[in-house]
């Protein structure tokens, strides 16, 4: 109902601003004809010396300048000229500030981001970046408004976004960076409903509990330490010494207190983890349920918001990266892999661009409305991250006065809260465009602002995103201009973005892993922010970070492989709490076979792993259920189901006893065992935990617990309604049956995993009536999945948004690509001509070279100074 609102509203926009509609198909699989090369110049006011802007088949752009001023103002100016109405979406959506052009359906989403406090918070950073970082941002923001100062007049017209909602722009300011940064710490670290979720399993026995929300597995592959505390040192796989640094003598003189905390700090978690919901208020049915469903409402605001600009991912993103060094390779250097894992968008969350300035020569792909590079390499060195996802987020129960408004209980006694009010402008109606203002009052406590009240229970966050003192831009800018480990490292020093698992190349041969981010220190004994604290309390208080040099990091491990895909990077013996939920490993286990089976590795070795899609869950669910099926006793026809009987129950076991596990478009099990795991998961969790409960469980690993349930079928886990499991798994198949009956139909033929789960591409305006068809992308089969089948593959489908092989043997050799194109305008011959490529998990060469760049050059533009 909202989308359909939001469609209206734009639609009537549209009709008041007589906004033209280009008619045309979109052949989103057959990449445009490049033109014939083409140059041309432009003059800018603001520029100090000429800029070459050269783009290549693909319209990435190539920027050299004679400056870094130049080269930043160029970036703007390029990806303003590819993305402004998405860079202008992103910051909206980050500040609270849809419902200026969207109107009241976004209003709530608006007032979730107020509640943040994002917008005022990126001013405050503004100036607490370098000095170097901060004329980056501003050169950056003189771009980006050069352009929409060139734009605006019936020659020379705003992208059509703007056209069609009838709106222009403001002016880009350096702070609209920066917050586009916090709307990715949203996505990438937001765990406090799984806080409150696991907190409202308090009543179940502890080892109940404990299976529910598994936090290891024999699959894990551990990059530093390991699950044997008596024989690892806190680096784990650290064992060859880096070069010498200051912080090299820092680690050497704490490496023995750190291990001696290591033998008692885990089974110390374990029991806060255990027991920490203790301490809090016990609810009752009702009042439980009602807050989970207030959860449950904020969570699907939040949804909405990051769905649209292509940034919500279940389960907090998946992503892949891994590193061979020389001696695992075929040309003895280093190959570094990554594909982080973002829903397909249009356009891709990621823009490409390749930048070279005096002292900077750096490519790969950055955010939209961010300077610089993100992932990507440099002359020296690549790297890549995938999420570590630690725990950074805090509940606190606050106490509220029944008396004194706003005063809430400390240990000290009252304090009062501070009301910070917000204005919020919300376009009056379908055929106004003006606007009204809506106050909102955000409630701040000690702890952070409230964010969640229901039933007289009002919850404050703390958060390592709401941190006031740095930014992770000063961080990129240092890993742009890093040449080696020690610059590398020194640059994740001031890293302060959503925790990641960063791998590491040089051109020296070596490999690393830092997992760099800041991840509090709780107070000891008093629990670790896995639920919910007395806010009335001390209890939870974070009494420092995680020193760097005791962050999880491994430099030229022996084994020559790193390994990260969001599962667990550390064992037992690393003696910090960072999470006790990880992903399950099924996708860094499959990656780090398929490496180790071959003896010299090569880039093509990396593409096929990129593109597999064999389920290591899947497979195991599926014998699970067939050993189960199969047992049954005949039973005739079954009644309601015309179509079912015996016959198709052992066709239907035959078919998940032979499945090669392999999560391909035609494959006929992969989405029946899709269902089949998702109902037997739905019927386990309502019996054992009621219907609101069950449908708020919320585990980044819960797959490895209903596998190992269907495999070894325990009597407690067993829903009451059922004599035994055969019964159990007939009821999931007929459930199975009926929901692929209603997702694609009665045909049996058509359930194939391409229909089932085809990758979509929304764009926010597509759904417009007569107008949004040009935004508007057909489904397309993919290969593998991120989500279902009992377990994620290492090719996630339609979740996979970029892929980068960097061959450090050669960097013109390094292939790179995003999930769509470089340009966000459907007109454009670079809207969709890498999705044949992303398809097919084959990226494209990125030239990096003088000459490889000049001979792939399609267009150049000269931006010259006035």
Known sequence: MKKQRLACSLLLSLLLTHAPSPSFKLHAQTPAASPPPVSKTLTLAGLRAPVTIRRDERGIPHIE???????????????????LWQMDLLRRTARGELAEIFGRPVLEEDKRRRIYGFAALSETLVARTSAVTRAALEAYARGVNAYIESR???????????????????PWRPADSLVIGKIFAETLSTTWPTDLSRALLADLPPARRAQLLPDSSPLDVLVVGSDDVKSQTPNGNDKKPAPKSRAAKTRAATTRAVTTRAATTHAAMTHAATTGAASLPSFDERVRDELLAEVERVTDLSRSS??????????????NNWVASGKRTASGKPLLANDPHLPASAPSIWHMAHLSAPGLHVAGVTAPGAPGIIIGHNEHIAWGMTNLDPDVQDLYLERFSADKKNFYETPSGLREAEVRREEIKVRKGLTDASTETINF?????????????????????????????????DAFYKINRARNWNEFRDALGGYSGPTQNFVYADTAGHIGYYGAGRIPVRRGGEGDGSVPFDGATDAGEWASFIPFDELPHSYDPPSGLIVTANSRVAGRSYPHHLTHEWAAPYRSRRIYDLLSAKRKLTADDYRAVQGDVYSIGGTSFARAASAVLRALPPLGDIAGQPTFNDAKLRET???????????????????????LSASFRRRILKDALGEARARSYRWASGDLFFNRVAAERPAEWLPKEFPNY???????????????????????????????????????????????????????????TGWAVAGATVNVGANVSMRLIADLSDWDKTQQGIALGESGDPASPHWSDQLADWHAAAPRVLPFGARAVVANTRETLTLAPK
Request: aromatic residues 10%.
């Open 65 to 83: 300048a004679a400056n870094e001023a130049d080269l930043y103002f160029a970036q703007g100016y390029a990806t303003a000229s590819d993305r």
């Open 152 to 170: 605006g007049t019936a020659d020379a017209p705003l992208p059509a976004e703007f056209q069609l909602i009838g709106y222009k722009p403001r």
């Open 306 to 319: 990051l769905e649209r600009v292509g940034l919500y991912m279940e389960g907090r993103a998946v992503s």
């Open 441 to 473: 009052d955000v409630t701040v406590t000690r702890h952070g602002p409230i964010i969640l009240e229901r039933e007289g229970k009002r919850y404050a966050l703390r958060w390592t995103a709401f941190d006031a003192e740095r930014t992770e831009f």
């Open 653 to 675: 076991v035959a078919a998940l006893e032979g499945w090669d596990g392999r999560v391909t478009m035609d494959s006929r099990v992969a989405p029946l065992v899709a269902e």
């Open 726 to 784: 055969g019964e159990l798994m007939r009821a999931c198949l007929l459930d199975a049956r009926a929901a692929l009956t209603k997702r694609i139909g009665a045909d049996e033929s058509a359930w194939t995993w391409g229909r089932y789960s085809p990758a979509r591409f929304p764009h926010p305006l597509a759904a417009v009536p007569f107008v949004g068809a040009r935004y508007a992308l057909e489904p397309l089969p993919v290969n593998g």
